[in-house]
């Protein structure tokens, strides 16, 4: 089933914060995310395991809440090369057989000077 | 170097002509999936495999195929391309163990004349 993504598309000025949204009606193993410019294959960012841990990649971090089946990204002091669409990849199968992976219809990130 | 290599890049094909794509990785991953990615659209899920096990999405239609000859190479075959199945389509493997990032391949954009 596919996760739910919000907001569909956001533009911001060089240096503001973002939060991207992913949420799924089902109990959720893992979640992705990934960043996909025009024209190129998505590139991974990080994954969160349920547990409700939070992790951090430069100014990219991200969190999972697996009460509420959802998971967070944050975007912060934007930079220009942060632009592109933003998907959330989730499963959820559990154990060692957690291989399906179905992504969210995507946000759409815009960096302006 | 390149993990996860598809071939071709570019694939123009006639209405009704089968065509195949093919993928090849080495990174000796267990799972290997095949995407369908139309204009500003998620990666819409195909089909995977856990090594030989082949596992069918509910809603791919008839039409699209796969092989799975060894752990490297995977292939999707369209039987008979409509104007519709215009799209990038994406290759990406993943270890099979427990939650790890899945690795994209530079995708073949197919176009249907």
């Known amino acids: 089933q596919q996760p739910v993504q919000s907001p569909q598309a956001v533009i911001l000025r060089e240096g503001e914060d973002a939060v991207i949204n992913c949420s799924s009606s089902k109990a959720l193993y893992s979640v992705h995310w990934y960043r996909q410019k025009h024209g190129e294959a998505p590139v991974f960012l990080m994954i969160?395991?349920?547990?409700?841990e939070q992790k951090g990649h430069e100014k990219i971090s991200a969190s999972f809440n697996e009460k509420k089946q959802q998971s967070s990204l944050y975007l912060t002091a934007s930079q220009l090369s942060y632009s592109g669409t933003y998907f959330c990849?989730?499963?959820?199968?559990?154990?060692?057989?957690?291989?399906?992976?179905?992504f969210g219809k995507g946000t759409k990130l815009s960096v302006i000077p | 170097d390149a993990m996860v290599i598809q071939n071709p890049r570019y694939q123009v094909t006639q209405f009704g002509k089968p065509v195949t794509l093919s993928c090849s990785q080495t990174?000796?991953?267990?799972?290997m999936y095949w995407y369908q990615q139309k204009s500003s659209q998620a990666p819409k899920l195909l089909f995977h495999?856990?090594?030989?096990?082949?596992?069918n999405e509910a809603d791919t239609p008839d039409n699209f195929q796969s092989r799975r000859p060894n752990t490297s190479f995977c292939f999707l075959d369209i039987r008979s391309p409509g104007l519709g199945d215009a799209a990038m389509y994406l290759c990406a493997t993943k270890a099979g163990q427990g939650a790890t990032e899945a690795f994209f391949g530079q995708g073949t954009r197919l176009t249907v004349v």
């Open positions: 990849g989730t499963d959820q199968n559990s154990g060692a057989g957690s291989y399906q992976l179905t």
């Open positions: 990174l000796n991953h267990n799972v």
């Open positions: 969160l395991l349920k547990g409700g």
């Open positions: 495999y856990y090594d030989k096990d082949f596992n």
